[in-house]
């Protein structure tokens, strides 16, 4: 086993032999150096995985210093001490490339608790080396629970191949993010990553998108196009919600599987492609070839690797790093500090059944974090503009007569479209659906006129 490697960096030798002292307690190999210089020649043979530094030092200072480390050795996850708290401080090194900010005076538990934090930032691989995760999205949706920590092993053993892969999942589950990372971490990481919403696109455009079209063939088509597939040639294509894809369009997509050519809409010319297909859904294939609306052989075609993404009721111990790396998140993008959240108000996140799955634990950190006028979040951050509080209960007094399946989906609907002044985009993102299906559902249930019109598109989210 790898020892944890930490390097402590402060020219108050005293201060850093003080945390040198902290974290070797703890079992972890620490060096200390007196000047951002001195261990930046020795990073050069052997970077650390976790870099504390002192913000104010003579020659070199911690925001130079942790820049510097970032460019040279992205790897390093760095930590920023300093006597000077602000929230303007705070901000600077986070945007400087500092996983976190702690200020002097800090108890030994707290530099423990961070240091051990930025160290679940590492992964190690095979060959002894320590990298961050592929993307700073992925990391969001991970976790140190048993579901998650078999799903990283498995993505790390599949990436290099070129097999076709079938991702399942709840939606906000993090499908994409996972189809991201294995794409990241293989050899096509230096082509495109073509992420394409089989729900968003008309069912009339979408062979049109998927393999381009030459001028004339169809009213509109003015120029020549190239499709997607042209697009993703050499990379990844991530084919989201798969189930939804029309009979059709399943077989033309199986015809590219097998002969790896595509041929333009109204053209005679076959061409070669090159491409690794991630697809995704959140619906039961299996069922639906029984049922004849999926392909057999297209199914077999992209289920060569299979992968489950867990739901994140399946995973709570996973939600208090998941906050933590969402407040981190909007940190950076709000330019502000939140230092944690409250322990009543984690216990909180912790009860809910999260039918959004992560997704929509990231909005509610999102909205709680706007909600927020001090440096942590409490109780009342999170329940206030949500239907957090009060969803469990409604959902009880929704089935209190018994009804069917059908009737208590539609009272749900209604329940979210309300408490959120039925925003179309925020009520789907609760639900964890695409927009298009919150318009059928409206649809069915008698929600909204005919004259309304269908979404053409769906808002892009940032987890699938």
């Not at 998927?210 to 997607?228: P, R």
């Amino acid at each position: 086993m790898i020892r944890a490697n930490i390097a402590v960096v402060d020219d108050d030798v005293e201060m850093g032999k003080l945390v040198k002292e902290v974290l070797t307690d703890e079992g972890y190999e620490v060096t200390q150096y007196s000047s951002a210089l001195d261990a930046l020649s020795k990073f050069k043979n052997e970077p650390p995985q976790v870099l504390i530094t002192d913000q104010n030092m003579k020659g070199v200072d911690g925001l130079m210093f942790i820049k510097k480390v970032r460019s040279d050795f992205p790897s390093v996850i760095p930590i920023m001490m300093t006597a000077f708290g602000s929230v303007e401080t705070a901000v600077t090194a986070v945007k400087a490339g500092a996983f976190h900010y702690i200020q002097k005076p800090f108890s030994n538990d707290e530099m423990v608790s961070v240091a051990r934090r930025a160290l679940r930032e590492a992964r190690v691989f095979g060959d002894g080396t320590y990298t961050r995760a592929s993307t700073e999205e992925f990391k969001s949706v991970l976790g140190l629970s048993e579901n998650m920590r078999k799903l990283q092993a498995l993505l790390e053993m599949i990436a290099p191949a070129s097999a076709n892969v079938l991702i399942s999942g709840e939606s906000g589950s993090g499908k994409e993010l996972v189809a991201r990372a294995i794409h990241d971490m293989g050899p096509r990481r230096f082509k495109k990553f073509v992420p394409v919403n089989c729900t968003a696109i008309p069912e009339n455009l979408m062979e049109s998108e998927l393999f381009g079209h030459i001028k004339g063939s169809f009213t509109g088509a003015y120029v020549d196009k190239k499709g997607l597939f042209d697009e993703a040639n050499g990379g990844t294509m991530f084919l989201d919600e798969i189930g939804d894809l029309s009979l059709p369009l399943q077989a033309k997509l199986l015809r590219v599987l097998q002969d790896k050519k595509i041929r333009s809409v109204g053209d005679s010319q076959l061409r070669d492609v090159n491409v690794r297909i991630v697809a995704a859904t959140h619906r039961n294939l299996r069922a639906m070839v029984k049922e004849g609306y999926f392909r057999e052989d297209l199914f077999y075609r992209l289920n060569v690797i299979p992968v489950t993404v867990p739901s994140l009721r399946e995973r709570k111990e996973d939600i208090p790093d998941l906050v933590d790396g969402f407040i981190r998140k909007f940190n950076l993008q709000s330019e502000r500090y939140v230092s944690g959240i409250a322990p009543a108000a984690l216990d909180l996140l912790l009860k809910h059944s999260w039918p959004g799955n992560v997704r929509e634990l990231e909005n509610v950190i999102e909205r709680a974090m706007v909600l927020t006028s001090g440096d942590v979040i409490e109780v009342a951050a999170i329940e206030g503009g949500t239907c957090f509080e009060t969803v469990a209960s409604a959902v009880e007094k929704m089935a209190d007569d018994m009804p069917t399946l059908e009737k208590l989906e539609e009272r749900y609907i209604r329940k979210v479209l309300g408490e959120v002044d039925n925003k179309k985009d925020d009520a789907a993102k609760i639900l964890g659906i695409s927009r298009r299906t919150l318009y059928r559902k409206e649809k069915t249930f008698g929600l909204i006129g005919d004259n309304d019109p269908e979404p053409l598109e769906d808002t892009d989210d940032s987890i699938h």
